[in-house]
């Protein structure tokens, strides 16, 4: 854990860092050849199975009823009831439920057994046998009992959701041909004469109407398959429920924040959606948003394993969970990088913040110098050093930012301009910058959200200009001009030429044939000496190591014996004398430090 100087709400002594043990900084993982350690919130550990990205972590889901209790679903403690302040038992039973669902009659439950209707009395009847759907479909990760006395079931490994009688026969099948993909969260209207479906992968929810499920399908919120932060856009949501007046309550989840949706329209809005705003309410991966009768919220955190109960404006009560989360850890860092032998540069991603920090964990500078206002920083996804300063790809603002050493704003450039174009044209969503000279200054950007990389100088004019491409995350200058790109969402690996000429130079496929599994959603690189090149395939939780006769061979195996499994790992990096390895392992929130030599050794025999 990074503890930050002088911060109030930090237990330790104002200033005081976590001491490193003899030999290693911070945290030993590993007491064999390869030395590793973190810096981070630590939530792998060595041995441990990788989660299913599909269970999320912590809280699944949190809802109130008739009787005032409210109910919890939690990825390690099965479902709790919470009635005025404390945990009363539920029965052995409530240990392996899944999910839960509130109904007249009581709660709505899934487990590794099928899907039971459980009464105040603890009296349980049998919905749904599991046996009676595929193995690889269960469990649902949300269900419901429709007012026609049908189930219906979110089934995301299979990307449908299922209208099916008590008897097992399925009644309808929702999927692709309906818009959509991973369906993760369902929900009951009021009445029983319909149902809502939150998918996560489409980033929209929809409507089903009907007591039996038999009626049109609806989108009611979210631009189906993508995803974003602006106006009538969502990211991930996990679920979605009516409330008493008729609005829509979305859980936007890997938006941290919950909005009320009506008339097509957002009315109200929980968490931090803008850094300009200062608004000091933090959600983290909200699963599940539930209205109360008395008009206040409950959310389920699913990644900060918090219950909230949100009421007017940033007011918020923590029943269950950590009071805080965001005062000194790391919380999902993205771009990480040596700046120096025992210096690193993190882009702090979810917290809005970069840190100048040590390999031992001491945190040097914390930047921005004001973390609210115009010059606050919204998901910084890469951060680097210049001759005026700090360089930051500052992404939901759409812009970079140059900060000099106090922290306080030097230049910003919002927009770039191809060389004699009339027009400039806005940054989308910039994700890494490097500079590739210093006199004249100029910069390479790659913005994702565009689909663009350019070479631009201090004031946005391009004499290189790359379009069309897939959702790129990262570019590299080559020596002879031109760049290789992490062309995200092709899954590939490309080479651009002095002369615009693209040229795959890893795909999918080749992947594959090397290690059994394809490249999904390369987001960073990395090279080596020697001609070698690393490369972050986040979809795979894992690293992987391009040979320069271009054999391919997977790091995971290695890694995941020394600092536990890795949860969509986002960026690597090496250090100047080519010694560390450095990961920014996002989902996991930690930096991942291991030592590169004796690491590729193991991996390759030499």
Do not use: Y
């Amino acid at each position: 854990m990074i503890r930050i100087p002088g911060d109030a709400r930090d237990p330790a002594a104002p200033g005081a860092t976590v001491p490193a043990p003899a030999g290693l900084p911070l945290e030993t993982l590993a007491t064999g050849p390869v030395p590793a350690w973190e810096l981070g919130r630590r939530l792998s550990v060595p041995g441990q199975v990788r989660r299913d990205p599909l269970d999320g972590s912590g809280f699944a889901c949190g809802f109130g009823t008739a009787d005032g209790a409210v109910v919890t679903v939690h990825r390690d403690h099965g479902l709790r009831i919470l009635t005025h302040g404390r945990v009363r038992p539920a029965g052995a039973w409530a240990a392996r439920v899944t999910s839960a669902a509130a109904h007249p009659d009581g709660l709505v439950v899934t487990g590794p057994a099928g899907v039971v209707l459980r009464r105040p009395d603890g009296t349980g009847t049998p919905l749904l046998d599991a046996r009676r759907l595929p193995a690889r479909a269960w469990p649902p990760t949300g269900a419901g009992l429709l007012g026609g006395g049908d189930l219906v079931l979110a089934l995301p490994r299979l990307g449908e959701v299922l209208v099916v009688t008590p008897g097992g026969r399925i009644r309808r099948r929702l999927g692709a041909g309906d818009g959509l993909a991973e369906p993760v969260g369902v929900s009951v209207d009021p009445d029983g004469g319909g149902f809502l479906v939150a998918d996560a992968r489409a980033h929209g929810v929809f409507h089903v109407a009907g007591a039996s499920g038999a009626g049109p399908v609806r989108r009611v919120h979210g631009r189906i398959g993508r995803a974003g932060k602006g106006p009538g856009l969502l990211n991930a949501p996990r679920h979605a429920c009516v409330t008493a007046s008729g609005a829509v309550l979305v859980a936007d989840t890997k938006n941290n924040r919950v909005l009320e949706v009506a008339g097509g329209a957002v009315v109200r809005t929980w968490g931090r959606t803008d850094a300009h705003t200062g608004s000091a309410l933090r959600l983290w991966h909200p699963n599940t948003a539930v209205a109360c009768p008395d008009g206040t919220v409950l959310v389920a955190e699913g990644r900060g394993d918090r219950l909230l109960r949100l009421g007017d404006g940033d007011t918020s009560t923590v029943l269950l969970g950590r009071c805080d989360i965001a005062a000194t850890e790391l919380i999902q860092p993205r771009g990480a990088h040596f700046t120096g032998p025992d210096r690193v540069l993190v882009a702090d991603c979810h917290n809005d913040r970069v840190l100048d920090v040590t390999p031992a964990g001491r945190v040097r500078r914390v930047l921005p110098a004001t973390p609210a206002g115009p010059e606050a920083l919204d998901w910084p996804r890469f951060a680097t050093t210049t001759a005026e300063g700090t360089l930051v790809a500052d992404g939901r603002r759409g812009r970079l930012l140059c900060l000099d050493r106090s922290g306080a704003p030097r230049w910003r450039l919002t927009a770039w301009r191809p060389r004699g174009a009339a027009a400039p044209r806005p940054f989308g969503d910039p994700h890494h910058v490097v500079v590739t000279s210093v006199s004249p200054f100029r910069m390479l950007v790659t913005d994702s959200e565009s689909g663009t990389v350019g070479r631009v100088d201090r004031s946005g004019v391009a004499d290189r200009w790359h379009t069309g491409l897939s959702d790129p995350h990262m570019s590299l200058p080559l020596p002879d001009g031109g760049v290789l790109v992490c062309d995200t969402g092709a899954d590939r690996l490309l080479r651009i030429a002095p002369d615009g000429r693209r040229t795959t130079w890893l795909d999918a496929e080749r992947v594959r044939a090397h290690t059994g599994t394809p490249l999904h959603r390369p987001r960073s690189m990395a090279r080596l000496r020697g001609g070698a090149l690393l490369v972050v395939d986040t979809g795979h939780h894992r690293v992987l190591l391009v040979r320069p006769d271009g054999r391919v061979r997977s790091l995971s195996p290695a890694l995941d014996r020394l600092v536990g499994s890795l949860f969509f790992p986002r960026h690597v990096a090496v250090d100047p004398g080519g010694q560390t390895l450095l990961l920014s392992d996002f989902d996991n929130s930690r930096l991942v430090f291991v030592g590169l030599r004796a690491l590729l050794e193991e991996v390759c025999g030499g």
